[in-house]
């Protein structure tokens, strides 16, 4: 009698523990899975701030913009230098010897970027290739 009710209690225990057990594991995964959630939308939070922020600065140069293109004098100078306008007796010389020199540069830092991937997977079939030379020998010098 003892031995039964031993082992209805130990069934209990079992059954009883591993439900404890699956509640406690669900418990700490919803807290985990929220937890992460939480910090993703304080990532996303952070950087919709500081969109925020850009969008006010750029609103305020637009702002300051505007009030510069109401002055005659500044929008007469800025279409003279940005769309190449000219006052009456002015000849306008376009100079493109800058531009061609600031598009040769990238180009030329460019040749270390195409060589790369060749020596990253050269080297290491090299050193596969010794190795292979090197244990080869080894192993017949052991057997």
């Known amino acids: 009698m003892k031995k039964k009710i031993k082992n ?3 069934n209990r225990l079992i059954l009883f523990g591993s ?6 594991i669900l ?14 939308l304080e990532n996303n939070k952070i950087s919709l701030y500081e969109n925020i922020d850009k969008l006010e600065n750029e609103a305020e140069i ?15 100078r800025y279409a003279r230098e940005n769309y190449m306008y000219s006052k009456d007796g ?19 830092n460019n040749n270390l970027g195409n060589i790369l991937p060749w020596i990253l997977v050269f080297i290491p079939l090299m050193i596969f290739i010794v190795m ?3 244990f080869k020998k080894w192993i017949s010098f052991i057997i």
């Open 132 to 134: 292979k030379k090197i």
């Open 90 to 108: 002015e000849y306008i010389i376009k100079i493109d010897s800058l531009n061609k020199e600031k598009t040769k540069d990238p180009e030329e």
């Open 19 to 24: 439900i404890s057990i699956f509640i406690i």
């Open 8 to 10: 209805a209690s130990r």
């Open 27 to 40: 418990f700490i995964y919803t807290c985990i899975s929220y937890g992460i959630k939480l910090k993703e």
């Open 62 to 76: 637009l702002q300051n913009e505007i009030t510069k293109l109401k002055d005659p004098a500044y929008l007469a």
